[in-house]
């Protein structure tokens, strides 16, 4: 089993700055993709950036030059660093790990979530 909880959201103006982190406890060892994703209200869930056991990433158009994914492996910590942040990036932000060398922004092929944390942008 894996325990994913995430940290660090919160409300910012536009143009601000917020780092969430992500805390993995348990089997980590055989998941070494790591996600981030969000879902806004009436919105589908979207995938925002994933990094995997290279260091390997991939970022969604919409935020990338913007966002930075990034992982501390001795501290089972992920990490995503946003910057300009604009009111469409208003969501709820999650974690997510799974299986596999391949780190799609695709939600169903991971195996385990956090609970999510709120990050609000206002204009």
């Known amino acids: 089993q894996v325990q994913l909880m995430e940290s660090g959201g919160g409300s910012v103006q536009t143009g601000g700055s917020l780092r969430l982190s992500c805390a993995a406890s348990g089997d980590t060892y055989s998941l070494p993709c790591m996600g981030w994703f969000r879902q806004a209200p009436g919105k589908e869930r979207e995938g925002v950036a994933t990094?995997?056991?290279?260091?390997?990433?991939t970022y969604a158009g919409s935020v990338k030059g913007r966002f930075t994914i990034s992982k501390d492996n001795a501290k089972n910590t992920l990490y995503l660093q946003m910057n300009s942040l604009k009111p469409e990036d208003t969501a709820m932000y999650y974690c997510?790990?799974?299986?596999?060398?391949?780190?799609?922004?695709?939600?169903?092929?991971?195996?385990?979530w956090g609970q999510g944390t709120q990050v609000t942008v206002s204009s």
């Open positions: 990094i995997g056991l290279l260091t390997d990433t």
């Open positions: 997510a790990v799974r299986s596999g060398t391949w780190c799609p922004l695709l939600g169903d092929q991971y195996n385990y």
